[in-house]
């Protein structure tokens, strides 16, 4: 059987390695974390992540402990509509749909589908050496491991990238984010299916179902007028709309999760020999578009394939990088400028930014969505 060892149990090493199972491969993972924690946020998955689940078998688990979105919105502070996106015909035509789910319950439904897989906890990669065509792993409790190939999915400060690559550089995107989950407060009902993103001067408030009752919601301020993590975020968004300071006041403080925005300016190269990076080791983005794990689900489909198709490593690793990396970069770079915008703190600028906002045809974002949307493979 061939082998492969992945580093990181993130989203995008588990779904690769169920991915790899169904190609035939013998795959082993090394995670840092001594346990997998029960981390205290939802995602999104998109169209195009849930259309990858589809095909790995494992989409009926995902719509079973999720919550169904069938649109994503932007609205003002008077929570007026600037972008009323409605996700039903992308759904229809891909077959697939937009869901919201606690991060834990997605975890522990992609380790189900990884009952045989050995997961090594508490093994930090510190570096890698390829010694005539295998890969030496060293990990910092002095142990090593020798594997044919290894793919780096151990996120955007990726221990595989580094001791491949010499120069790439984190972009800091100088937004800070909180994140919760909370028993949905009576004034949210209204908004069951819906994603609704507010924007205004310098910040910004999120909110979609993740269960019947449960809301995940993300809140970001930029940094330059940070007070610190702990800042009150009632306070902050004193002047939105009611719900969202019912989301904020139904949240306990200690659920809240605190994070700096980054991401990894695009790199030229993904893979050297026997190593490939996936997921936010390799193209990492802001979390405007919501697409950074969805990126690493796609990268995970598409390598296994790549790898099973091509002749040699190098074929499918090349082949890999070409059939990923342009979106993946274009998500990347459009992500990037859509939080500048987003976050604007001038008057003017915030003006005129909802009045392009709620001009702009719909045929715009839809063709922005049928891009990120569309599997080309
Ligand atoms: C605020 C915020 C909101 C987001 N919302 C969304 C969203 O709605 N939709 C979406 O698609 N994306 C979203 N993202 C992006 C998404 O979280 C990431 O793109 C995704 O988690 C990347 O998955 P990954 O597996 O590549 O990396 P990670 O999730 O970072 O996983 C890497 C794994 O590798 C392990 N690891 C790291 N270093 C080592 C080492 N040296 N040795 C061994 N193991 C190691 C880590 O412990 C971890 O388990 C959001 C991001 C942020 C910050």
């Known amino acids: 059987m061939k082998e492969i060892t992945i ?3 993130g989203i995008g090493g588990l779904t690769a390695a169920i991915a790899l199972q169904k190609q035939g ?3 082993e993972i090394f995670e840092q974390a001594a346990a997998f924690k029960k981390a205290g946020s939802g995602i999104n998955l998109a169209i195009n992540a849930m259309q990858i689940y589809q095909r790995l078998g494992v ?8 919550s169904y979105t069938h649109s994503m919105s932007v609205r003002d ?22 869901v919201a789910i606690h991060r834990a319950s997605l975890h522990e439904i992609l380790l189900n589908h990884l009952k045989d897989t050995p997961i090594h906890l508490d093994k930090k990669l510190q570096k890698l050496e390829q010694i005539n065509g295998t890969v030496k792993l060293h990990f910092e409790d002095g142990t090593e491991h020798i594997s044919p190939i290894v793919i780096g999915a151990d996120g955007i400060h990726s221990a595989v990238r580094t001791s491949i690559f010499d120069a790439t550089v984190l972009r800091d995107g100088n937004q800070i984010c909180w994140r919760g989950i909370c ?35 993300y809140a970001l301020k930029n940094k330059d007028r940070l007070k610190g993590r702990d800042e009150n975020l009632l306070d902050v ?22 994070n700096e925005i980054w991401d990894l300016h695009p790199i030229h190269q993904w893979h050297k020999g026997n190593v ?12 405007n578009l919501g697409q950074g794990a969805v990126q690493a689900i796609e990268s995970a489909y598409v390598l296994s394939h790549c790898l099973e198709q091509e002749d040699s490593i190098e074929q499918a690793f090349n082949r890999f990088q070409e059939m990923r990396k342009t979106k993946a970069d274009h998500i990347t770079n459009t992500s990037w400028r859509l939080g500048k915008m987003a976050q604007s703190e001038s008057t003017i600028v915030c003006g005129l930014r909802n009045f392009m906002t709620r001009m702009t045809p719909a045929s715009v974002a839809n063709k922005m969505n049928e891009f990120i949307y569309r599997l080309d493979y």
């Open 77 to 98: 502070k008077s929570f007026d509509y600037l972008v009323k996106g409605d996700l039903t015909g992308f759904e229809k035509k891909y077959g697939a749909k937009t």
């Open 25 to 27: 491969y013998e795959v």
């Open 237 to 258: 968004f004193s002047d939105y709309p009611a719900v969202v300071k019912a989301i904020i006041s139904s949240t306990g403080k200690e659920d809240i999760l605190y």
């Open 183 to 217: 028993k949905a407060p009576e004034l949210a009902t209204a908004y069951k299916h819906e994603l609704n993103e507010i924007w205004g001067k310098g910040n910004r408030f999120g909110f979609v179902y993740i269960t019947d009752e449960d809301i995940y919601w």
């Open 7 to 9: 580093i990181g149990a």
């Open 59 to 66: 989409y009926e688990d995902i719509l079973a402990h999720s």
């Open 276 to 287: 490939c990076l996936l997921g936010d080791a390799a193209h990492a983005t802001t979390p």
